[in-house]
């Protein structure tokens, strides 16, 4: 879905350094969120916006940090990378269009690597 | 919190057969359950999603069964086909201090053999 796109596609980092992925969109949508895809874990959420003023924890936040710039954009930092967080991330819009639904449109993933 | 155990994680398959991927949520306030497909190197994607007012639903080769009571819910793909192969995640919706967010599996690695 080139609606929701991610920057970088593939880094790789030290131990220690700051680093941050970035989403945006053009599909309008007031949710975005950040998730952790490891293999055997499933996608796991880090973060998530419900606008621009609303931030949350997800599951496995600590380490992380978000900041969302305006409607279209939200950012994913990692203060100090260590190896364990090497993984593929991918961000995520939605637009609740009723209370029992919430389709989530993926961007292409950002595979990070910290040595 | 929500917990959503999702079996197994991989499963291998002769083409032309079924394949049953299964999934248990433990909130019994969860009203939504969605199943996305990942291709590899691909980014996962909606194929199929269910309500709780239903206990079923068919989109061609693939369904959903809903079963609130035992709170599980399965996927059927029906006739499999090479392109079936991915990893497949089932989702349940969460409710936390008012929002609500998905919850997912483990995920499914789907092998269809040709």
């Known amino acids: 879905d080139a609606d929701v796109t991610q920057t970088p596609r593939n880094r790789i980092t030290k131990t220690g350094k700051r680093i941050m992925l970035e989403c945006s969109q053009t599909?309008?949508?007031?949710?975005m969120y950040w998730y952790r895809q490891d293999p055997g874990l499933g996608l796991r959420l880090i973060y998530y916006?419900?606008?621009?003023?609303?931030?949350n924890k997800g599951e496995i936040s600590d380490g992380y940090s978000v900041s969302r710039q305006a409607q279209a954009k939200f950012s994913l930092s990692l203060e100090s990378a260590i190896p364990n967080q090497t993984a593929l991330y991918f961000c995520?819009?939605?637009?609740?269009?009723?209370?029992?639904?919430?389709?989530?449109?993926f961007g292409p993933g950002t595979r990070l690597t910290v040595l | 919190g929500e917990n959503v155990e999702q079996h197994p994680s991989t499963l291998s398959v002769q083409e032309g057969d079924s394949a049953v991927i299964k999934c248990t949520y433990s909130?019994?306030?969860?009203?939504?359950f969605p199943w996305y497909k990942q291709e590899l190197g691909k980014r996962p994607q909606l194929i199929i999603d269910?309500?709780?007012?239903?206990g079923e639903k068919k989109d061609q080769r693939i369904a959903v069964t809903l079963n609130k009571t035992a709170k599980h819910f399965s996927l059927h793909i029906t006739e499999t086909q090479p392109e079936d192969s991915a990893v497949y995640f089932c989702?349940?919706?969460?409710?936390?201090?008012?929002?609500?967010?998905?919850?997912f599996g483990q995920g499914t690695r789907l092998t269809i053999n040709p």
């Open positions: 909130d019994s306030a969860s009203n939504y």
């Open positions: 916006s419900f606008d621009v003023k609303d931030i």
């Open positions: 995520a819009t939605s637009d609740l269009l009723s209370p029992s639904t919430d389709t989530q449109y």
């Open positions: 599909k309008g949508h007031d949710r």
């Open positions: 989702a349940a919706v969460a409710y936390n201090q008012g929002a609500q967010k998905l919850v």
């Open positions: 269910i309500r709780s007012n239903v």
